[in-house]
C-alpha cells in the first residue's frame, strides 16, 4: 500500500511571496497523484493531478506542482500568494494496483498582508 | 454542472439516535466514495462503491456504520446506534474512472451529544 507524507503542518507567508508546500509518497509501483484544497467549511477542491506524461503540472489559481519519481515527492509551489489562498491542503495518492486515495495529514497555509 | 450534493450539511442529535446521511454523486461518476474527517485521524476511507456495489468497506469503523448505493444516484451512510465518538465531518466523492480524480460535496457536519 503507498502512504503520504506532508512535511510540514503549518506554513505562515506573507501574501505576494512564494510558497512551497512538501509531500513525498512511498509507493513500491507506478502512482498517481493529487493536491486537494479545503476552505473552511467546505469540501476538498482539486488544485492538480499528475496521471502521466510531464513531470510539471500545472492546475488552477497559479499552482504547479512537479513529479519527481527518484525523490519520490511531489511539491506545491505558488510563486505569489493572496490572502484568499489561505487553507488547507492535502497531497494524495493512488497506484496502479490499488483504488483507494491515500491522504496526507495536510499542510494549513496562513497569508498574512 | 452539478457537483456532488450532501445532505444534511449540518447534523445534532443525542446519543443512541439514528443517522442518516444522503449523497447525490456527479451524473456519469462510476464510482462513489464516503470519507470520515476529524482533527485527530485525518480524512479516513470508510467504504466505496463501484457502480453500485460495495467494493471495500474495510474503513467501516462498526457494525453500528452502513452504507448503501441503491442506484446510481443516490447514496446514504447510516449510524445505528450513534455515540459521541462518531462527531465529525463525513463527506462524500465521487469520480468517474479508476484513478481519476474525486469530487468532494460539501460534507456533513455531524454532532453527537
Known amino acids: 500500500a503507498q502512504s503520504v507524507t506532508q512535511l510540514d503542518s503549518q506554513v505562515p507567508v506573507f501574501e505576494e511571496a512564494p510558497v512551497e508546500l512538501r509531500c513525498n509518497y512511498s509507493s513500491s509501483v507506478s502512482v498517481y497523484l493529487f493536491w486537494y484544497v479545503q476552505y473552511p467549511n467546505q469540501g476538498l477542491q482539486l488544485l492538480l493531478k499528475?496521471?502521466?506524461?510531464?513531470?510539471l503540472v500545472k492546475g488552477i489559481n497559479g499552482f504547479e506542482a512537479e513529479f519527481n519519481k527518484s525523490q519520490t515527492s511531489f511539491h506545491l509551489r505558488k510563486p505569489s500568494v493572496h490572502i484568499s489562498d489561505t487553507a488547507e491542503y492535502f497531497c494524495?495518492?493512488?497506484?496502479?494496483?490499488?483504488?483507494?486515495?491515500?491522504f496526507g495529514a495536510g499542510t494549513t497555509v496562513t497569508v498574512r498582508a | 454542472d452539478a457537483g456532488v450534493i450532501q445532505s444534511p450539511r449540518h447534523e445534532v442529535t443525542e446519543m443512541g439516535q439514528e443517522v442518516t446521511l444522503r449523497c447525490k454523486p456527479i451524473s456519469g461518476h462510476d464510482y462513489l466514495f464516503w470519507y470520515r474527517q476529524t482533527m485527530m485521524r485525518g480524512l479516513e476511507l470508510l467504504i466505496y462503491f463501484n457502480n453500485n456495489v460495495p467494493i471495500d468497506d474495510s474503513g467501516m469503523p462498526e457494525d453500528r456504520f452502513s452504507a448503501k448505493m441503491p442506484n446510481a444516484s443516490f447514496s446514504t451512510l447510516k449510524i445505528q446506534p450513534s455515540e459521541p465518538r462518531d462527531s465529525a465531518v463525513y463527506f462524500c466523492?465521487?469520480?468517474?474512472?479508476?484513478?481519476?480524480?474525486?469530487?468532494f460535496g460539501d460534507g456533513t457536519r455531524l454532532s453527537i451529544l
Open positions: 466523492a465521487s469520480s468517474n474512472g479508476f484513478n481519476q480524480p474525486q469530487h
Open positions: 499528475y496521471l502521466s506524461g510531464s513531470t
Open positions: 494524495a495518492v493512488t497506484s496502479s494496483n490499488d483504488y483507494k486515495l491515500s
